[in-house]
């Protein structure tokens, strides 16, 4: 079974990596508690808004950022029924607004056509965690 951990952002991704535990990773990169965030029914246009705002913070260039989303969608897109898709979210406004868009794209789909979706029991900040320190979390799940 494919395992697919999706974290908040790039420090987690970077302590989970060195877990040991098995799977892909995936960060979702975006603050969507800042700025436009238009119905993401299409995704080529909720990407160039949330990418245009990105870019007049300076935080990312309007083309970087959407070769970002798209890659991240079409990650997410190829998590099928056999696999576990695994949520690591920190209990932040920034995260949880991650976790209903995740969900919300999940909802969309087939009930047959849906990954396995467990969440890590996290009521801490995950980027600062050492990498041993996720491997209970998994097994919490």
């Known amino acids: 079974m494919l395992t697919l951990h999706l974290t908040n952002g790039d420090h987690a991704a970077t302590a989970l990596a060195r877990s040991g535990l098995p799977g892909d990773i995936l960060s979702w990169r975006d603050l969507l508690h800042d700025g436009p965030v238009p119905s993401d029914g299409d995704l080529a246009a909720f990407r160039k808004v949330r990418g245009e705002f990105l870019?007049?913070?300076?935080?990312?260039?309007?083309?970087?950022?959407?070769?970002?989303?798209?890659?991240?969608?079409t990650r997410l897109d190829s998590?099928?029924?056999?696999a576990e898709l695994v949520l690591w979210v920190e209990p932040d406004l920034c995260d949880q607004l991650q976790l209903i868009q995740v969900h919300a794209r999940l909802a969309r789909r087939a009930?047959?056509?849906?990954?396995?979706v467990t969440?890590?029991?996290?009521?801490?900040?995950?980027?600062?965690?050492?990498p041993e320190k996720f491997v209970p979390l998994y097994e919490a799940r």
């Open 111 to 116: 009930p047959g056509e849906r990954p396995k």
């Open 79 to 82: 998590v099928g029924p056999s």
């Open 55 to 73: 870019a007049s913070r300076g935080w990312q260039s309007q083309s970087a950022a959407i070769a970002d989303f798209t890659e991240r969608d």
């Open 119 to 130: 969440i890590c029991p996290a009521d801490c900040f995950l980027g600062p965690l050492k």
